[in-house]
Structures are given as structure tokens and as C-alpha cells.
């Protein structure tokens, strides 16, 4: 099993930029492919990045390509997800979730989730 706690969020203007991580404990993250998910007020949670175990592949939503980025360093057991010229319509809890073998983008291939952080993006 693997434990995972994401941190990172905050209050941001628009135009401006977070990182976010997803700091993974209990078995080795190179084990499990990693995706990061975001859920906001009244909507159903929607994916927003995948990367595979090694991270040679990485996967985005459509309409986040060019802005968010998803890396990993399985030296320390971590994933990040860089977050460039946000818009209020950004504003949602951010999860990461892990899974064995293959990168997904459905939330319902994933074994372990973190509890979330918030990010806020002010007009």
C-alpha cells in the first residue's frame, strides 16, 4: 500500500503560479504510475495529468496542455505538478493518486488517493 499527501496549495492571483507535490510513502513510487485530479465547488472530479512509472510518458487534459506540467523524482518519492498562468477557473481541490503499471486518465483506475489541497485563484 502507499500513502500519499499532497502540498502545495494556496491563494493565488490570476497570471501567477503554484507547485504542487505529492510526497509518497510505503512503497517505492517507481512502483505505480502517478495522476493528479482536481475537484471544484459543485463539480465532479476531472483529471488533469498522468505520468508512467518512470516518467518517460505524461498525459494531459486538453485544455491544461501548455500551462500545467507533471514531472516526477522517484529518488524522493515524489510528484509534482507545475501550474503556469492560472485562472480563476483553476480554483479546486488538487488530488493525486497512484495506480500499479500503466498511466491513466480515468479516476476509477486508481488505487490510492491523497487528500487533497486547495488552490484558489483570485481574479
Known amino acids: 500500500q502507499v500513502q500519499l499527501v499532497e502540498s502545495g496549495g494556496g491563494l493565488v492571483q490570476a497570471g501567477g503560479s503554484l507547485r504542487l507535490s505529492c510526497a509518497a510513502s510505503?512503497?517505492?513510487?517507481?512502483?505505480?504510475?502517478m495522476g493528479w485530479f482536481r475537484q471544484a465547488p459543485g463539480k465532479e472530479r476531472e483529471f488533469v495529468a498522468a505520468i508512467s512509472r518512470r516518467g518517460g510518458s505524461t498525459y494531459y487534459a486538453d485544455s491544461l496542455k501548455g500551462r500545467f506540467t507533471i514531472s516526477r523524482d522517484n529518488a524522493k518519492n515524489t510528484v509534482y505538478l507545475q501550474m503556469n498562468s492560472l485562472k480563476p477557473e483553476d480554483t479546486a481541490v488538487y488530488y493525486c493518486a497512484a495506480r500499479s503499471l500503466m498511466a491513466a486518465t480515468s479516476e476509477g483506475e486508481y488505487d490510492y488517493w491523497g487528500q487533497g489541497t486547495q488552490v484558489t485563484v483570485s481574479s
Open positions: 510505503g512503497r517505492t513510487q517507481s512502483n505505480y504510475a
